[in-house]
């Protein structure tokens, strides 16, 4: 696992997952090898079986299509129900957030040659087996499974730390998104393959881990500049989801809160994928 939080095998990877531990707040750790299934528990939302041989997957990072090209999101207008803070009302927000975020990104994965699918959602404060690893000694805030493409948004602790609002939400999901994004194209197993070469607690592979995690942040940013001014998602709340990234923590493996919201800040006012190309940025850039 890159160092980390950060990494795990793609759909095509080979028994070496890890929870990406994506927004991480004060307090919020990675998680754990994952276990190969869900559970079917409440919490858990399904979603129909998806494509495991992707015919754009590629073991690439810093030129990666997807990066270099450049990538447009097509402006979405996502359809939100009033936001509440129990699981019932969460469950209501998430689904339809999920669909907005499939619309943009299934866009972008289908012109450049990528696999499209869609993660399942679990909001199990104890999900169990269905997470990756045990979760009882982990203490993140929210994380990503690629083996079952799944995403994990514990309620009790999400609410933590959202300040009562939901732009702390909106900023968390897409980001744990942008994961599945890497997995979905092979920058996530890529990046796990250069992890293996330079030790995951190395300073390397936390350099890694930053370039992983700061990406994610940059994917939300570009997914939140598609939603913004429109349907449920006005502009106001979008900038304050971007900044919401300011409060990040774990600066050893996610970069400083500075550095999460300058890369959601980039993604935010970059436009296309290029402007998420963590792989390529000087160090001083990911630090």
Not at 13 to 33: K, Y
Not at 157 to 184: C, I, M, N, P, W
Not at 216 to 227: K, P
Request: charged letters at 20%.
């Amino acid at each position: 696992m890159l160092s980390v939080v950060v990494l795990a095998g793609g759909p095509l990877a080979v028994n070496r997952s890890v929870a990406i531990d994506g927004r991480a707040f004060p307090a919020a750790d990675p998680g754990l090898p994952p276990s190969p299934s869900a559970t079917g528990r409440s919490s858990t939302v399904p979603v129909p079986p998806q494509p495991t041989t992707p015919s754009g997957y590629q073991l690439k990072l810093e030129d990666h299509p997807l990066l270099v090209g450049g990538v447009p999101l097509p402006r979405v207008t996502c359809q939100l129900p009033q936001f509440g803070r129990d699981e019932a009302k969460l469950r209501a927000y998430y689904l339809p957030l999920r669909d907005c975020l499939d619309t943009a990104w299934h866009a972008v994965l289908e012109s450049a040659g990528n696999p499209r699918s869609s993660p399942s959602i679990n909001l199990a404060d104890h999900p169990g087996a269905a997470f990756c690893g045990n979760f009882e000694e982990t203490d993140f805030t929210a994380a990503y499974c690629p083996d079952s493409e799944t995403i994990f948004l514990p309620v009790s602790r999400l609410t933590k730390v959202d300040r009562g609002g939901s732009a702390v939400h909106l900023g968390v999901f897409a980001h744990e998104y942008g994961h599945h994004v890497q997995a979905s194209v092979g920058i996530l197993e890529a990046a796990f393959q250069r992890e293996d070469q330079v030790g995951q607690d190395s300073p390397q592979g936390q350099e890694l881990s930053r370039r992983a995690e700061l990406q994610a942040d940059c994917f939300a940013g570009l997914f939140l500049a598609a939603a913004a001014g429109r349907g449920d998602i006005p502009r106001r709340l979008a900038d304050s989801a971007v900044n919401s990234f300011r409060f990040g923590a774990l600066a050893k493996t996610h970069g400083a809160g500075s550095r999460q919201h300058t890369w959601a800040r980039r993604g935010y006012e970059g436009r296309t994928t290029a402007a998420c190309n963590t792989w390529a940025a000087p160090v001083a850039d990911v630090s």
